[in-house]
């Protein structure tokens, strides 16, 4: 059985596993995420199954666009505390096509906390579903408030590559009951498939307690050419 036709079995019975269970967060540990792109002149899809245990995370995914072709990839990350206030967290991706890549991230500190990253690949070809330089070094912080909310403001950038391509990232995640709102504003500039550019995109996202939707405009999007519209939702069961 391909990966393709095993995702696409995920997809029918998550639907039908995450409508019978409880919205409590800790009994769903699986997330399903299916995703579509509107170009220009092509559309594409990818599809993701993610699975969570405490601070780990193991995932298998499928993109494809009629310009790109397709692609399966799988992955995982975890979370180690090495202190009260010093956090690393380190994952590994691997794609059809030969791509390896990683990174190693660092949260230091808890109600007022800063960021720390670095990211390297093989720079084998690959389709980027985190719309960030993947070469790049992490720098930023973020508040945790009381009331759940969290507000965060870090800068990604192409520390390999020479492109000069900087993504800053504005976000918030702000509770609604028991529902949760989140936003994400990017202001990217750099060298690309078009010359330089620079360009705002916004993601905006709510979660449920079982189910998520989300919306983003995203020009110039992974620095090419293309100004894409995403739509993707999902299922947690």
């Known amino acids: 059985m391909t990966l393709r036709k095993l995702l696409m079995i995920c997809v029918l019975t998550g639907m039908g596993v995450a409508h019978a269970q409880s919205d409590d967060a800790d009994k769903h540990p699986f997330k399903l995420t299916m995703g579509y792109y509107q170009y220009a002149d092509d559309e594409g899809k990818d599809i993701n199954l993610r699975w969570q245990h405490e601070g780990s995370h193991v995932w298998v995914g499928h993109y494809e666009d009629h310009g790109f072709g397709g692609q399966d990839r799988v992955g995982a990350d975890t979370s180690v505390d090495l202190s009260d206030l010093v956090s690393v967290q380190?994952?590994?991706?691997?794609?059809?096509?030969?791509?390896?890549?990683?990174?190693?991230?660092?949260?230091?500190?808890h109600e007022w906390y800063g960021l720390l990253g670095w990211g390297r690949t093989n720079l084998k070809p690959y389709f980027n579903l985190n719309f960030d330089p993947n070469d790049a070094l992490t720098l930023g912080g973020g508040h945790q408030f009381a009331n759940g909310q969290n507000w965060s403001l870090f800068v990604i950038h192409d520390d390999r590559l020479h492109t000069g391509q900087t993504d800053w990232h504005l976000t918030a995640r702000i509770p609604v009951e028991e529902d949760r709102l989140s936003l994400d504003l990017m202001r990217k500039s750099g060298d690309s498939?078009?010359?330089?550019?620079?360009?705002?995109?916004?993601?905006?996202?709510?979660?449920?307690?079982?189910?998520?939707v989300r919306l983003a405009r995203?020009?110039?999007?992974?620095?090419?050419?293309?100004?894409?519209?995403?739509?993707?939702?999902?299922?947690?069961?």
């Open 90 to 109: 380190p994952s590994l991706q691997a794609a059809t096509g030969g791509y390896v890549g990683g990174s190693l991230n660092a949260q230091i500190g």
């Open 193 to 212: 498939d078009v010359g330089y550019i620079k360009a705002w995109a916004l993601s905006v996202t709510w979660d449920f307690p079982s189910w998520f």
């Open 218 to 237: 995203d020009p110039k999007q992974n620095f090419s050419g293309d100004d894409a519209w995403r739509v993707s939702g999902g299922v947690r069961f």
